[in-house]
């Protein structure tokens, strides 16, 4: 049985939790597990959080199939934030992306540049999705 | 002007940002910025954050001098958490530490067999410090 009495959850009785790919490194999503859906990814090797909005335990992939299986959970210095490393099954994201994070501040203005360079230069569109693709 | 009014601060008018390592992809941290924390890091390119213990905004780095240097701010499907790719400079964790999240859940048991291991073998106590590192 593992330790988790040293997990600060907040006022809500929640704590962020960062999912990373284990392989790639790359960060896949954020969400939030309260103590039950910390104990149950623990027993089972899956994620399970906890949804604000629909007020219930949800396990990952419950619906789509694109479970994260648990390789490895860290948590911080302040002991209020988790990071868990983890084998994604197919896509993190409800939108079908790789990662949640796929929207760049100031990705748009730059998006835009390349339109209007496509304008000015007369790069076909598939030039100018694949340059966009590149930005993205 | 960077836009980022589609970013969605919580009830306490925060936003967690996960900060990644540009380099090497690992997550060095997570802390909460308000608006204000948001566009002073945009303005000036290093990491604000806002203190819900201290109450007052703060630039990482600036008694310590472990700055973070925004490379690219990313942020999720839900608009309600950012993931920022920085440079950074020293530590990035109080306790000296590379990343914050140093500690895994359950990692003391692997600790103990190590140490279990070395009464048993009679290893030195630095070749168990050293094998502790590895864990750690």
């Not at 209020?80 to 409800?94: P, V």
């Not at 990662?99 to 748009?108: M, P, Q, V």
Request: aromatic fraction near 8%; charge should be negative; hydrophobic fraction near 40%.
């Amino acid at each position: 049985m593992i330790d988790i009495t040293m997990i600060r959850f907040n006022e809500q009785g929640l704590v962020p939790a960062i999912i990373q790919d284990v392989a790639t490194n790359e960060v896949l999503m954020l969400a939030y597990m309260n103590q039950e859906a910390l104990e149950k990814t623990l027993a089972t090797g899956v994620t399970w959080f906890y949804s604000r909005s629909r007020n219930r335990l949800w396990q990952k992939g419950e619906t789509s199939g694109h479970i994260q299986t648990v390789k490895d959970i860290y948590y911080d210095c302040d002991a209020d934030t988790l990071l868990i490393k983890a084998e994604q099954t197919g896509a993190a994201c409800h939108e079908g992306t790789y990662s949640c994070f796929s929207r760049k501040l100031g990705g748009t203005a730059e998006m835009k540049a390349l339109v209007d360079a496509s304008k000015v230069y007369g790069q076909s569109v598939s030039t100018v999705l694949h340059e966009l693709y590149g930005v993205i």
